[in-house]
């Protein structure tokens, strides 16, 4: 579904948003991962909870970072377009196929800036559960 180079489809709107459900799996996920890997007081002998939640948190990290970049991308992309069909529409303002267009891309741009907010949304809801799971047994580096 991603491109080479994990980078989403930025042309059609449906297909970012279902490769970025995709990508998006390891914090729909938290819960059972937390529940099958890291195990409650009474069992906290035979498994490195340190070392489960340190590898769950990195790569929700990875996740994260890459989820974040190829939105980014793609909102880079999409402000390019709008920015070329406005110059555009600058010199021919009566063209109706291109001010068609122009709202369409522009429809497109606030969709994925939208994503953005979903994005937060996700990751702190994840990060929140992480959190309550891990904290005893792993602390995760401070970010600036």
């Given amino acids: 579904m991603a491109a080479p180079g994990g980078t989403l489809n930025c042309e059609d709107f449906s297909m970012f948003q279902e490769v970025l ?7 729909d996920r938290i ?9 409650t007081v009474s069992f906290s002998g035979k498994v490195d909870a340190t070392q489960t939640c340190k590898q769950l948190y990195e790569s929700m990290m990875e996740a994260h970072l890459s989820r974040d970049k190829a939105i ?9 377009v709008v920015g070329h069909l406005r110059e555009e529409r600058a010199k021919d303002s009566e063209n109706l196929v ?4 122009l ?3 522009q429809t497109k741009l606030k969709l994925m800036q939208s994503e953005l907010n979903v994005e937060e949304v996700v990751n702190d ?3 929140k559960v992480f959190n309550e799971r891990c904290r005893i047994h ?3 580096p401070k970010v600036k």
């Fill in 31 to 39: 819960v059972h991962a937390l529940n099958t890997t890291v195990p």
């Fill in 98 to 101: 291109l001010i068609k267009q």
């Fill in 103 to 105: 709202r369409k891309e």
């Fill in 125 to 127: 809801r994840s990060l």
């Fill in 72 to 80: 980014k991308a793609c909102i880079a992309q999409t402000s390019e």
């Fill in 138 to 140: 792993y602390t995760p």
């Fill in 21 to 27: 459900k995709v990508m998006r799996t390891i914090d």
